[in-house]
């Protein structure tokens, strides 16, 4: 069932880079003693992988509140091209995690196995991903009728150190829920709270992102060709 599901997650992930969708975002910030520096609100054009990943149709911001950058971002490396599948098999998803599957659940997508994931206790970490493995865990939904993901929970079960040196991620806290299936993927919700810590600034963030109409890079541009 999860090996399924993760072959699924592969495809879908090799076509993100050539789909746009839509996204109205809503974004909250707080200082490191919890103070609310300012909220956001926006819609825009999401194009995963482009040199101009982010088109704004529409800002609004109170307050001091980082959004993400929408114009001339710099051209990311190549990318690590390891899938899915690969990279469960690396850092040996199967033996690290204890899973439990539950009842099933009626979403709003439809009927679902719920899975719930938690890190073996000092299961051996050879690198960075495989520390964070160790310190998230969650409950995954798959749908009955596609065993695909529909809603995912996560949470950091503890501090992680990242990157750069003395740099902390205090918190994480990851959902998505696909509300309305599409050809593509559809409607979807998705919530993201962080916080980072470094030696300069703090920072606690919640972005509240819905996701609509995806659709292929290719068509748009060829539907825009015609019109010209």
């Known amino acids: 069932m999860l090996e399924r599901a993760v072959r699924d997650a592969e495809e879908l992930r090799k076509l993100f880079p050539k789909l746009e969708y839509d996204a109205t975002m809503r974004v909250q910030e707080w200082d490191a003693r919890g103070r609310l520096r300012g909220t956001a609100k926006a819609k825009a054009i999401m194009r995963p992988g482009s040199e101009q990943p982010i088109t704004f149709i529409s800002r609004e911001v109170q307050g001091k509140v980082r959004l993400p950058e929408g114009e001339k971002e710099k051209k990311e490396e190549a990318a690590d091209d390891t899938s899915l599948e690969e990279f469960a098999r690396k850092h040996q998803i199967a033996e690290r995690f204890e899973f439990r599957l539950a009842a099933t659940e009626e979403l709003a997508s439809g009927r679902a196995r719920v899975v719930h994931f938690h890190p073996k206790p000092n299961f051996p970490a050879k690198n960075r991903p495989d520390r964070f493995l160790n310190a998230i865990s969650g409950t995954a939904w798959l749908s009955e009728d596609t065993n695909k993901l529909v809603k995912f929970k996560m949470r950091l079960l503890r501090p992680f150190q990242l990157f750069w040196i003395l740099a ?17 993927i559809g409607r979807s919700k998705l919530k993201v709270l962080f916080a980072l810590t470094t030696p300069v600034y703090s920072i606690r963030q919640l972005h509240d992102v819905e996701l609509d109409n995806f659709r292929r890079r290719d068509s748009v541009a060829a539907v825009t060709a015609r019109e010209d």
């Open 168 to 184: 902390v991620l205090k918190e994480l806290n990851i959902e998505y829920e696909l509300l309305a299936p599409a050809e593509i």
